[in-house]
């Protein structure tokens, strides 16, 4: 079994009187694609808020590649090598598509991509390069054709895709993308799988969030389920999808008894 990237240990988290993250443990392997599924409001894009620095955890640590980074700051986190999507898409509009993916890159430039962007000399041929890597970028998730576009007129799960290059863009080890197939049709969410599929090839590990259980299902190595904030489920798609408590979180008791009864739900003793 390959190492752990991430390692979330007890992580808790308490807005007010609200737990929104309850004690919850799991590690993510190198190469993998993890996906973290649960229903509304379960704690999903709070422990990513977590995980990536936005939120100070209540209690409990955090591990990426063998070091604490409980402390650590987003920006730290993201030099480290974390990258992020935003379940509400977050770009610059009025920028460039092009300039949205090198916004990205300043965990990598000498020096800070506005200077990039004006000044001629060295940071001239940086800002070459940068561009040739944000094109390349832009190949890969598919839309190189509108590079020089504004941002806002992009379609909805064109931005999607926008977000994943500018993380990208910053060169992660950990991937965490917060629902990258929201809004996307059949065609593009199946290019999204292809080239997650291809990431994954390439080494990347990624943490997903994810609705569209048949996209996670395909797509996931492990899965892990919580439910108002606690891990209620953890293991390989298989299990997972058939365990009753995730039916029953998902469903509600009546219809996961009415499954679990026609011989619907298999594999009971998925997660004890
Ligand atoms: N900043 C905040 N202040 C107070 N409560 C919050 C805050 N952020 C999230 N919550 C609450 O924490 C709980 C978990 O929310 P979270 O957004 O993490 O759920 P989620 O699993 O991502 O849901 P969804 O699938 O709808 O995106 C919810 O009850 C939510 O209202
Ligand atoms: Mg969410």
Redesign the pocket.
């Known amino acids: 079994m390959s190492n752990p990237v991430l390692e979330a240990l007890a992580l808790h988290k308490a ?2 009187g ?1 737990v ?2 309850d004690e919850v443990s799991f590690s993510v392997r190198e190469g993998t694609v993890h996906a973290l599924i ?12 977590l995980v990536s620095g936005l ?1 100070p955890v209540s209690a409990g640590s955090l591990r990426f590649l063998g070091q604490d980074i409980t402390g650590l700051a987003a920006h730290a986190r993201a030099r480290r090598g974390i990258g992020r999507t935003f ?1 509400n898409i977050r770009i610059f509009a009025s920028m460039t598509v092009l300039e949205n993916v090198m916004t990205g890159m300043s965990r990598r430039l000498r020096q800070p991509w506005p200077l990039v962007l004006l000044r001629g000399g060295a940071a001239g041929r940086e800002e070459a390069t940068a561009k040739q890597r944000a094109h390349h970028l832009l190949d890969l998730v598919g839309i190189s054709e509108q590079a020089d576009r504004p941002a806002a007129d992009l379609a909805y799960g064109d931005q999607r895709r926008l977000e994943i290059a500018r993380a990208l863009a910053g060169e992660p080890q950990l991937l965490l993308l ?2 990258p197939a929201a809004g996307m049709n059949p065609t593009e969410t199946a290019g999204l799988m292809a080239l997650l599929q291809k990431l994954r090839t390439d080494g990347l590990t990624i943490l997903l ?1 994810e ?1 569209d259980m048949g996209f996670v299902m395909e797509l996931s190595d492990q899965i892990t389920v ?1 439910n108002f ?1 606690r891990v209620i489920c953890e293991g390989q798609p298989e299990a997972v999808q058939h365990d009753p408590a995730v039916v029953e979180a998902y469903l509600g008791p009546k219809v996961a008894q009415r499954l679990l009864a026609a011989k619907a739900v298999k594999n009971p003793q998925a997660c004890p």
């Not at 649960?38 to 808020?49: D, I, R, S, V």
Request: glycine fraction near 16%.
């Open positions: 807005f007010r609200l929104a993250v649960g229903p509304n409001g379960a704690g999903k894009t709070t422990l990513f808020n939120l379940q917060d629902e969030v609705h919580l904030g």
